[in-house]
């Protein structure tokens, strides 16, 4: 994931940054909970497409 794309990005439910978990090729908003696929290394940032994560993840801290 570009590091200058991330820094422009923000969820469109919350407005809060994003992190990039690049194991599961996602986009993470712990503010409103939701994860947003990458697919062929686009972003899909739509509410629609995006999982509702579970509590664990977001209270984990990313490197």
Same mark, same amino acid.
């Given at each position: 994931?570009?590091?200058?794309? &991330?820094? @422009?990005?923000?969820?469109? =439910?919350?407005? *809060?940054? &994003? %992190?990039?978990?690049?194991?599961?090729? $996602?986009?993470?908003?712990? *503010?409103?909970?939701? *994860?947003? !696929? @990458?697919?062929? %290394? @686009?972003?899909?940032?739509?509410?629609?497409? *995006?999982?509702?994560?579970? =509590?664990? $993840?977001? &209270?984990?801290?990313? !490197?």
């Amino acid at each position: 994931m570009d590091k200058e794309l &991330l820094s @422009i990005l923000v969820c469109p =439910v919350s407005k *809060a940054p &994003l %992190e990039y978990d690049s194991k599961n090729q $996602e986009l993470l908003c712990k *503010a409103s909970g939701l *994860a947003y !696929p @990458i697919r062929d %290394e @686009i972003p899909v940032m739509l509410e629609s497409e *995006a999982r509702r994560m579970q =509590v664990d $993840e977001k &209270l984990k801290k990313r !490197p």
